[in-house]
């Protein structure tokens, strides 16, 4: 069944739409004689607490803990509200991905809550973040965007709105039919023994090809060609720095260690995906 990403900046009631949202879907099921399980999973309910996010290595096995339990509580039967900050694009990609991967719908539901007013709610919460911690995370907050198909469809909840877009939501995760499983997300038996090692020359061929050409041609130009891929990568018009791509392809090439998904022949084109998907 359905998983519902809520995102927002720290402190903007993301926890109470959560439970507005599950308190409706559980009156409702019950209206429509629908037997599902309900999960709201944060980083309460996984005993996070908030100095995680004093450190990038806390912080990133925070993300791992709620990535982990969502794609261990997701099913056919269970409707999973994924209640975080998921403030980066590449992690509500990977969400996105496990639902696909299940064939079940998705929804994004946006706390638009201006950041003053996210600061003022956070210095009044006795287990608020500490005050630099909250302008680091909101400095690398990525609003969601409807034109992408992870962030899709989008619901945002601006802070003086009285109820949740209850019926729409419904629509959208219960009535819409998902779209069905493709072969960047389905997860089958991986045939090639060399899986890993092709998964990591792949990624690096690419980059490192992505390098070459914007130092040769300069950002902005024409979309590259890329080995491995018969799709082109985009050219941003700013440099991107080699940093921030090798952090990229650890994301892709992390997280397609762990689940194995992909088809050996498509793993350049599905990288390339990856990498227009999230530069700009």
């Known amino acids: 069944m359905p998983l519902i990403i809520i995102t927002g900046f720290p402190s903007s009631g993301k926890t109470q739409r959560a439970n ?86 998705h929804c994004v539901v946006h706390t638009g809550v201006p950041i003053s007013l996210a600061k003022e709610w956070n210095a009044n919460r006795t287990d608020g973040y500490d005050e630099m911690i909250f302008d680091e995370l909101v400095s690398r907050y990525e609003e969601p965007e409807e034109r992408n198909r992870w962030d899709s469809p989008l619901f945002t909840l601006i802070h003086d709105d009285v109820e949740i877009p209850a019926d729409r939501i419904w629509d959208a995760v219960i009535l819409k039919k998902p779209p069905p499983p493709n072969k960047s997300t389905v997860s089958k038996p991986v045939s090639a023994t060399n899986y890993v090692y092709e998964l990591d020359k792949a990624t690096l061929e690419i980059i ?36 921030e791509l090798r952090r990229l392809r650890k994301q892709f090439v992390t997280y397609n260690k762990m689940n194995t998904t992909l088809d050996v022949d498509r793993l350049g084109d599905v990288f390339v995906e990856y990498l227009n998907s999230n530069l700009e």
Do not use: W
């Not at 992505?210 to 990568?233: A, C, D, H, I, L």
């Open 20 to 105: 507005e949202i599950k308190d409706f879907l559980t009156s409702r099921l019950e209206q429509e004689k629908k037997s599902f399980r309900i999960h709201v999973i944060n980083d309460e309910s996984l005993h996070i607490p908030k100095d995680a996010y004093n450190e990038a290595r806390e912080e990133k096995k925070a993300r791992g803990a709620l990535l982990s339990a969502v794609e261990r509580t997701l099913s056919r039967d269970d409707i999973v509200i994924a209640d975080g900050l998921n403030y980066i694009k590449g992690f509500r990609y990977q969400l996105y991905c496990i639902a696909r991967a299940i064939g079940t719908a």
């Open 208 to 243: 490192n090809a992505f390098v070459e050409s914007q130092r040769e041609f300069g950002p902005g130009g024409n979309p590259m060609v890329v080995p491995r891929s018969q799709t082109k990568v985009i050219n941003p018009s700013r440099t991107i720095t080699s940093s």
